[in-house]
């Protein structure tokens, strides 16, 4: 699927939900702009766009902690992504796995 067939914010930003592609845990969720989400077709390796830094990061570059794509989804409205991945190490720069250890009921 081509980037202009989505739907970006008005920042152009598309929010990716980031799933185990083995056992279904929903790992994280990060940002994803044209860049990032070509690069991350390209390249099989999640790759993002950080608000905070106004940069791309490649998932795993720093700790060795790479998600692998085994596929990637759009939701129906085309305004979110799904991607399943193979993860290597944590998930979450706390070094737990997914980013979701915080219950809160």
């Known amino acids: 699927m081509e980037w202009s067939e989505l739907k970006p914010n008005e920042k152009g930003l598309i929010p990716c939900i980031v799933q ?8 994280m969720m990060a940002w994803m702009n044209e860049e990032s989400y070509n690069l991350t077709l390209k390249t099989k390796r999640m790759t993002y766009y950080s608000r905070s830094r106004s ?9 060795g902690h790479f998600q692998d794509v085994k596929a990637l989804y759009a939701d129906c409205d085309r305004d979110t992504l799904l991607a399943k991945v193979h993860q290597t190490g944590a998930a979450c720069h706390t ?3 997914s980013c979701f250890y915080t219950q809160i009921d």
Do not use: Y
Request: aromatic fraction near 4%; glycine fraction near 16%; hydrophobic fraction near 30%.
């Open 55 to 63: 940069s791309l990061w490649i998932k795993g570059e720093t700790s």
């Open 95 to 97: 070094g737990n796995r």
């Open 20 to 27: 185990d592609a083995e056992n279904g845990d929903v790992l």
